[in-house]
């Protein structure tokens, strides 16, 4: 079974930081999903990496597949950013997801 | 994009009744879909996998004939919380597989069902 690590745990940050969030898994993978879930619960898958690295407005994520490490970066960070990002990866095939325990993001004005 | 969605997205029950989830894909077909669940400060932890027209596929340490899983068609997937106690009061998301892209492994997810037991 896939042991899923995430850090920091939590992380309060300044308007305007670079954010890192980090990832790291035990057994080779065919995804790696970085979501982000916001006080209410719900969930927003952000990306669906399997090699190299992915750009969606300020959201980065890198994926290093020989050392089982992905990152999630948040450039210009704002309020709105403030929500749990959780690291998840897949076997492949009809597997469910495993889930790290969630960075808590807060990021102050 | 797709949509998932849940039904109901809260609800508050007595202990020793039954509850019924709703996972509906709204706008694509799934034959598999996974119902995870969520304690307070704790991580998803995948519970089962749904597989349209046959039997679901339960985790380690999840009950079967507490938690009966029917996946009738392919936008739909119930989970029924059979005999509720407290200790079952969590978060329950699901989430679903698109058939129709090229990348199995993508899920979409639902908003999440928060169940309390009183």
């Known amino acids: 079974k896939n042991e899923v690590e995430q850090s920091p745990q939590n992380l309060t940050a300044q308007e305007g930081e670079f954010i890192t969030i980090n990832c790291s898994y035990s057994?080779?993978?065919?995804?790696l999903h970085w979501l982000q879930q916001h006080p209410g619960g719900g969930i927003v898958s952000l990306f669906m990496?399997?090699?190299g690295k992915k750009k969606h407005g300020r959201l980065i994520a890198t994926i290093n597949i020989q050392e089982k490490h992905s990152s999630l970066h948040i450039t210009a960070s704002h309020p709105r950013d403030s929500a749990v990002y959780i690291c998840?990866?897949?076997?492949?095939?009809?597997?469910?997801?495993?889930f790290g325990k969630g960075t808590h993001l807060i990021i102050q004005p | 994009g797709a949509v998932v969605s849940q039904h109901p997205s809260w609800v508050i029950c007595k202990s020793g009744t039954s509850v019924k989830i709703e996972c509906r894909s709204l706008?694509?077909?799934?034959?598999?879909m996974f119902w995870y669940r969520q304690f307070p400060k704790q991580s998803l932890m995948l519970m089962a996998t749904?597989?349209?027209?046959?039997?679901?596929?339960?985790e380690q340490g999840v009950e079967k004939d507490k938690f009966l899983i029917n996946h009738a068609s392919l936008t739909l997937s119930t989970l029924t919380v059979t005999s509720a106690h407290p200790e079952d009061s969590s978060f329950y998301i699901c989430?679903?597989?698109?058939?129709?892209?090229?990348?199995?492994?993508?899920?979409?997810f639902g908003p999440g069902t928060r169940l309390t037991v009183l």
């Open positions: 989430s679903a597989r698109d058939l129709g892209t090229g990348a199995p492994d993508t899920q979409y």
């Open positions: 057994v080779g993978i065919s995804a």
């Open positions: 990496l399997s090699s």
């Open positions: 998840a990866v897949s076997g492949g095939g009809a597997d469910g997801l495993t």
């Open positions: 706008d694509f077909q799934a034959t598999t």
């Open positions: 749904s597989n349209e027209g046959s039997k679901a596929t339960y």
